[in-house]
């Protein structure tokens, strides 16, 4: 693989103060951690995340596609061939009780701007800090609302590098998962179906909901958000509170003391700290409880 020949060919695709040859991950993640990308695109059109797509794989390039690196671990080794960000494409329109949002728009924001056109249904969500394309793969959800409850349509790239609008009996929700996950299509907009609601309680609602989360979870430290997926009939939180593991720490990398379900950088921490945690995490609870953890954050790249 030829870096600068490809360096060259995705400047001719796109804007070329939006490629990047070696690019340090770490400034995209929420952890502040993760090696370096051999190329990144941010991409500020549908047409430029498509000639992308064609390109690597016409090329049979490895092409990673991520939002805002919110739910996310890069390894300390980084990412090889083409990392495409679409934290650019963010524009979100409202039309009637309709809500479209592009990929790279924070939940939060879609979020507010139903807030600010009294439009119910997406309160939950003004404290997932994920994008609108996380939230979709993922099937965010928070406080008794998932976005399963309120997307109506969306636009992706399929596999094979074609645009398809894909409607509610497409989606294939599950708990942190949805078909977008399972057939690994770009999300490239998603059009949130509301209802008209009063401008009080909306507001109520998510002063409500942005107290729990300020004041139960450690935001004053980098994070990859809840690293584990609920256990059935349990919560993971719990379980590593009652494993005594609240404040252990692996290098730079600790057991939240504020909310046990999170993992925060308090000292300059890696990657590698946080999988090291995580491990350590998961053991200590199965041992004690026989439960195994499952991880809700995302760890891909090269050791």
């Known amino acids: 693989m030829n870096i600068l020949h490809i360096y060259n060919d995705l400047k001719k695709l796109m804007h070329e103060e939006h490629v990047f040859q070696n690019e340090p991950l770490k400034k995209y993640t929420f952890t502040k951690t993760g090696g370096h990308a051999d190329l990144l695109v941010l991409p500020t059109s549908y047409s430029e995340v498509e000639a992308v797509y064609k390109y690597a794989k016409q090329n049979d390039l490895p092409l990673t596609i991520l939002g805002n690196g919110s739910n996310l671990i890069i390894r300390d080794g980084g990412i090889r061939g083409i990392v495409m960000i679409l934290t650019k494409l963010n524009q979100i329109i409202v039309d009637g009780n309709r809500i479209i949002a592009q990929s790279g728009a924070t939940i939060i924001d879609v979020s507010r701007t139903a807030q600010a056109h009294n439009l119910t249904g997406l309160e939950f969500a003004c404290g997932i800090p994920g994008t609108a394309g996380g939230a979709l793969f993922m099937n965010a959800g928070a406080y008794g609302g998932e976005v399963k409850d309120v997307l109506e349509?969306?636009?992706?790239?399929?596999?094979?590098?074609?645009?398809?609008?894909?409607?509610?009996?497409?989606?294939?929700?599950?708990?942190?998962?949805?078909?977008?996950?399972?057939?690994?299509?770009?999300?490239?907009?998603?059009?949130?179906?509301?209802?008209?609601?009063?401008?009080?309680?909306?507001?109520?609602?998510?002063?409500?909901?942005?107290?729990?989360?300020?004041?139960?979870?450690?935001?004053?430290?980098?994070?990859?958000?809840?690293?584990?997926?609920?256990?059935?009939?349990?919560?993971?939180?719990?379980?590593?509170?009652?494993?005594?593991?609240?404040?252990?720490?692996?290098?730079?990398?600790?057991?939240?003391?504020?909310?046990?379900?999170?993992?925060?950088?308090?000292?300059?921490?890696?990657?590698?700290?946080?999988?090291?945690?995580?491990?350590?995490?998961?053991?200590t609870v199965y041992e004690k409880f026989g439960i195994q953890l499952e991880t809700e954050v995302k760890i891909i790249g090269e050791n």
């Open 153 to 283: 349509s969306a636009i992706v790239l399929d596999e094979e590098g074609n645009l398809r609008t894909l409607s509610k009996d497409e989606f294939d929700f599950g708990y942190r998962t949805s078909a977008f996950a399972k057939k690994n299509y770009c999300v490239l907009e998603g059009t949130f179906l509301c209802e008209t609601g009063d401008a009080t309680s909306i507001k109520e609602k998510m002063d409500e909901l942005t107290y729990l989360r300020e004041s139960k979870q450690p935001l004053e430290y980098p994070s990859c958000g809840s690293v584990f997926k609920r256990p059935p009939g349990h919560f993971a939180g719990k379980l590593i509170q009652d494993s005594d593991l609240q404040g252990v720490q692996i290098g730079g990398v600790q057991v939240s003391t504020k909310h046990a379900g999170f993992m925060v950088n308090v000292d300059h921490g890696t990657a590698s700290d946080y999988i090291e945690l995580i491990q350590h995490v998961q053991k």
